[in-house]
């Protein structure tokens, strides 16, 4: 039971790791003419956060997300990487 739980988290941290990644060469490739398909991205989430003002506690919450073409296709070969380890 531990090393299915333990590889489910190395999974998360390979499929995180490739969107990062992923995310950083497409905003890279964006320069580079014949390579802008890759810095196509979509932008989606909270668009204002959402505030709890408790009076003596004020939190704020919120979530973005971008993703390009570049950190999906890092994302699936993270996926298969993670596959053939």
Do not use: C, H
């Amino acid at each position: 039971m531990a090393t299915r739980d333990k590889s489910i988290w190395i999974l998360i941290v390979f499929i995180l790791s490739g969107l990062v990644i992923g995310g950083l060469i497409g905003k890279l490739a964006s320069n580079v003419p014949w390579l802008w398909w890759l810095s196509y991205e979509q932008q989606f989430g909270l668009e204002s956060p959402i505030i709890l003002d408790l009076s003596i506690l004020k939190l704020t919450f919120g979530l973005m997300f971008q993703l390009n073409v570049a950190s999906i296709i890092g994302m699936i070969l993270a996926i298969f990487i993670y596959r053939k380890i």
